[in-house]
């Protein structure tokens, strides 16, 4: 699968966000971080804004549900727009009925891992989704430092998915900037979510380009023996 760059509107200028996401021109998808201050302690948009930057921009929302109860909300955002929609495993009372809804709906079906969650109870679930994101910090704040410690579960997630033959996308989202991308194409990444290093820059259309080149480096460059 080719690499593919979100950059996060966590770190954009809220007052300014229809702007902020035509900034990233090149991006494959806009990463919306939806927080509800019960599942991470940090509140920031819900549905009404989703519907307004699905009108504000030609790239594709990718819905990062930090919440608790996304049973009830995550089918919303894809009728708000959104193209791809994930939800945490740790608040997801029914998540293969939740994936099979959001894809009834038309969207993408996500679902994300906190650090301390492993991926290896949700393994039968894989076929059910079309991304999974590990969370490379603790979600809830942007500019954090990259956790290197999620490193072995990027890799043995990356296992899973070629061993049983799966497309699905494997996303990483904390931290990503231009020192730690890398580690994380060669460990099996091809989803990269990065927020300061994006909207942190001068220039974060040419942030994104320069990420996107050093993942393709790293992941052509990575001795996996099943290439994705
Ligand atoms: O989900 C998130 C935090 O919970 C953000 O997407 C993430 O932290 C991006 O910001 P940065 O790249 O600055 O770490």
């Given at each position: ?8 509107i966590?770190s954009a200028d809220f007052a300014r966000l229809a702007d902020e996401a035509?900034a ?175 909207y ?29």
């Open positions: 699968m080719a690499v593919q760059i979100n950059p996060s966590l035509r990233v021109k090149g991006a494959d998808w806009l990463h919306v971080d939806v927080m509800d201050n019960h599942f991470v302690p940090n509140l920031t948009l819900g549905v009404p804004v989703v519907e307004s930057l699905s009108r504000a921009t030609d790239t594709p929302l990718d819905c990062h549900l930090m919440i608790e109860d996304p049973d009830r909300w995550a089918p919303q955002y894809v009728e708000a727009g959104a193209g791809s929609v994930t939800f945490h495993a740790e608040a997801a009372a029914a998540p293969v009925r939740l994936a099979r809804e959001i894809r009834a709906k038309g969207a993408r079906a996500s679902m994300a891992l906190r650090p301390a969650t492993p991926i290896e109870p949700y393994e039968d679930l894989l076929p059910e989704l079309d991304m999974l994101l590990i969370m490379t910090v603790e979600p809830g704040f942007g500019g954090q430092a990259f956790l290197d410690i999620m490193l072995p579960k990027i890799r043995r997630t990356r296992e899973l998915i070629d061993r049983h033959g799966l497309q699905l996308w494997l996303q990483v989202d904390g931290g990503v900037s231009e020192r730690t991308i890398e580690r994380c194409a060669e460990a099996g990444a091809d989803v990269f979510v990065a927020g300061s290093a994006v942190g820059s001068q220039d974060p259309a040419a942030a994104v380009r320069s990420l996107r080149a050093q993942a393709e480096r790293a992941t052509a460059t990575a001795a996996r023996p099943c290439a994705h």
